[in-house]
């Protein structure tokens, strides 16, 4: 035994709540209260939850200071922003106008233009909070010139008079396509918002 029960009715609140939360952070608070209160005792209940004995007596404690809302309650408080609002707008529309191909890049940007100094993670995390996706490479095509294509006809015709006669036309016109082919754009760009 542990020193600490459960009323019937509290349990019972108890389960209810572990029914209708969702977040399975809150749901493992409140089971372990239930186990607690049910008389299992740390060892048994760290064991079956995997959680060490120090955060148990935890929720025991939350639960006892505040109830079901204070397991269930998210004191998280994140950091303050490291660029201000004027700064983020700017940064923003930077990277709606430039181009860039890696994390570190912009983040040599950010420590040029503004002196901070992110993490790729912290960047990445930034970069999603403004809106911005990574972009895998596509292939674009080249814009067509018409003098051009009628060089590359002329040449084609050269090329087809000097090739080996044995290798079948649509083959060897897979490998010159394969010559020419477009050139790839890696890139980010600001996610379309679906209505």
Partial sequence: MNGFTLTPQEEMILRMAHKSIQDK?????????????TGW??????????????????????Y?????????????KGSSAKLSTEQRIEFDTHLQENTYLTVDAIIAYVV???????SISGMTDLLHRLNFTYKKSKLI?????????EKFLDDLQVIEKTRVKTIPFYIWMAYIHSII???PMVGLRKAKTIS
């Fill in 25 to 37: 952070r809150y749901v493992y608070r409140i089971n372990a209260v239930i186990l607690l209160g």
């Fill in 41 to 62: 005792s740390y060892d048994e209940a760290a064991e079956a939850l995997l959680l060490d004995e120090a955060t148990l007596r935890n929720y025991v404690k939350i």
């Fill in 64 to 76: 006892q200071e505040g109830g079901v809302e204070a397991l269930s309650a998210n004191n998280y």
């Fill in 112 to 118: 040029k233009t503004y002196g901070v100094l992110y």
């Fill in 141 to 149: 095509p080249a814009k067509a010139d018409a003098k051009n294509q």
């Fill in 181 to 183: 082919r477009c050139l």
